[in-house]
T-cell receptor, first 112, second 114 residues
Framework: GENVEQHPSTLSVQEGDSAVIKCTYS??????FPWYKQELGKRPQLIID?????GEKKDQRIAVTLNKTAKHFSLHITETQPEDSAVYFC???????????FGKGTRLHILP | KAGVTQTPRYLIKTRGQQVTLSCSPI?????VSWYQQTPGQGLQFLFE???????NKGNFPGRFSGRQFSNSRSEMNVSTLELGDSALYLC?????????????FGPGTRLTVL
């Protein structure tokens, strides 16, 4: 069945450094890949998403890259700040009415 | 615009009981999805409803069921509760569905099964 694997499960970076979280998916027909951020005790919120017809998308300090051939996509956060500390979830879905599969999450710690 | 709301926020039940959770989506959103969140498994998709019809479902047993009403509000029911059902249950609403764009999550219902 469909599967999304996310690595690492925990990531600690110094404030100001970059963080990279990677995900791989199993269904080559998947075409929508959102990333959600969940701060402690709060609900997940979409931070960026990418569709399969695009290789890269950037929004200020956050970028996502997609490699369809290798079936993996990555989240890049540059110039990390304390407020970036959270759990990040990647996901993949096939169509607008298909079930969505989430990765198990990456807990990002920004060290002072 | 009001956000997604869920009731109740906390529930404590015992094994064998059943429970019903409620989700009110953002006005105008026709899709409501449900998720189970646990520390070890992350976010797991339960099912999605769109215009009162279940469009797809995840890999959960039949004890987990749901429905959606004409005003897009949705309920999720879990029967014959097991200890392993203890989790945070999140619902999310969107205009078009899980693959169409941003989903807006509710605050969740924390279910504890004793």
């Amino acid at each position: 069945g469909e599967n999304v694997e996310q690595h690492p499960s925990t990531l600690s970076v110094q404030e100001g450094d970059s963080a990279v979280i990677k995900c791989t998916y199993s269904d080559s027909a998947s075409n929508y890949f959102p990333w959600y951020k969940q701060e402690l005790g709060k609900r997940p919120q979409l931070i960026i998403d990418i569709r399969s017809n695009v290789g890269e998308k950037k929004d200020q300090r956050i970028a996502v890259t997609l490699n369809k051939t290798a079936k993996h996509f990555s989240l890049h956060i540059t110039e990390t700040q304390p407020e970036d500390s959270a759990v990040y979830f990647c996901a993949a879905t096939l169509n607008r009415d298909d079930k969505i599969i989430f990765g198990k999450g990456t807990r990002l710690h920004i060290l002072p | 615009k009001a956000g997604v709301t869920q009731t109740p926020r906390y529930l404590i039940k015992t094994r064998g009981q059943q429970v019903t959770l409620s989700c009110s989506p953002i006005s105008g959103h026709r899709s409501v999805s449900w998720y189970q969140q646990t520390p070890g498994q992350g976010l797991q998709f339960l099912f999605e409803y769109f215009s009162e019809t279940q469009r797809n479902k995840g890999n959960f047993p039949g004890r987990f069921s749901g429905r959606q009403f004409s005003n897009s509000r949705s309920e999720m029911n879990v029967s014959t509760l097991e200890l392993g059902d203890s989790a945070l249950y999140l619902c999310a609403s969107s205009k078009t569905g899980t693959g169409g764009g941003e989903q807006f999550f509710g605050p969740g219902t924390r279910l504890t099964v004793l």
